[in-house]
């Protein structure tokens, strides 16, 4: 049976998993190493590359992969089945086999020799092999955590930065220090939304924009809001800047609000058309005082509630102490904030956290808003 590998990028693989479980919802994985995730299910070209096109921990895809634990098979098998994956393939034209190694080394194994190898086995089943302008690409990834390796045609690149590069905060023409990393803030809008649709993703908190510019140039409509107006005029920028070079047609709205009255912030146009809720709340400097903190975060919950789209999710990010065996929120106590989730109606699903420094990490809380409130 032909199946899909999906390699996931490094930097951080559990938050990599549940977005590819949030933008494939319908498609069933199983773990074949923590950055290979595989299934049986038939995914089409057109989804497979709106898929890549939106993720921010997805590297690529293996159609018809093949692989093998270096640990416990040698590459004589694995090259059999090669010949059967190419020797099947509906089509011949010029190939590449572009390598990839991830999580480390495999001893005794070049990719290079194996990659020489296929590409060999390649122009035995009736094709040329092109490096610069192939009709086809072949992917050979070697991880060294698993010691697997895995080979099937490559649906994506091996570049090692992911897409949102471009987009960091420095390089914005509006920069605050509160603006997040656009992987995570790309990551948190495909948690929250799912796969792309015609409904808008809800930002309530902008800021700079952040998830706004992640949210439009994937291609989904977008709603941001933010009570400052200087932010709402420098997020602007920063969204018009991010989509100069996309050709999505995608709606948005960016106006001045507030978070904890969304039935008046947000067009009506969207009212029941949010598919997912991303919430950067302000923390530190800009909050006041804990309690403060947590009212506006539930008071947002509760006004988003109104207005969301049956099965949306909310994407919450909480500022934590690092490397902590148990979460320590900045601002506040966990055991109270968690409790005020239930109340406010919304359930935890899952949270991750994310490396930010030293003395700073993200929680990131994947929650659904529920029918009933919880006392
Ligand atoms: C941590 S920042 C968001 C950063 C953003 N994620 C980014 O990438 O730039 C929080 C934002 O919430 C806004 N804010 C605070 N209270 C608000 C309220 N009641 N309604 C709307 N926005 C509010 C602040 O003006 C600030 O821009």
Known sequence: MAQIL???RGWNVPLAQAEVAALLPNTDFTELAPRFMLTND????????????????????????KYFNTNEDTSDKFYEKITTMLSSAAVRGSVAVRTLRIS????????????????????????????????????LIADGESQIIACGWLVGDFDDSVGTAPRRATERPFFKPVSLDPRLARLSVNLACGPLDDYAVLDPMTGTGGFAMEAL??????VAVDMDEVMVAGAKQNIDWALQNHDHHVQ???TQGDA??????????????????VLDPPYGRNSHGTL???QLITATIQSAKSIVATHAKLVLIMPIKPAEHEIVLLHGNWQDFTTLMKTSGVEIIQYW??????SLARLVILAEFTNEVRH
């Open 104 to 139: 480390g080394r495999i001893d005794g194994v070049s990719t290079r020799t194996m990659a020489a190898e296929i590409g060999a086995i390649a122009v035995d089943q009736g094709n040329s092999v092109d490096l610069a302008q192939p009709d086809y690409e072949i992917g």
């Open 260 to 277: 904890s009255n969304l039935q008046q912030s947000v067009d009506e146009i969207w009212h029941g058309k949010i598919s997912g809720v």
């Open 353 to 358: 956290s994310e490396h930010v420094h030293a």
């Open 6 to 8: 999906v390699c996931l």
């Open 217 to 222: 140039t994937m291609g989904r409509n977008t």
């Open 252 to 254: 948005y709205q960016i």
């Open 42 to 65: 038939t995914i089409g070209a057109e989804t497979l590359a709106e898929t890549l096109n939106c993720a921010a921990g997805i590297q690529c895809f293996l159609r018809d992969v």
């Open 292 to 294: 403060e903190h947590f």
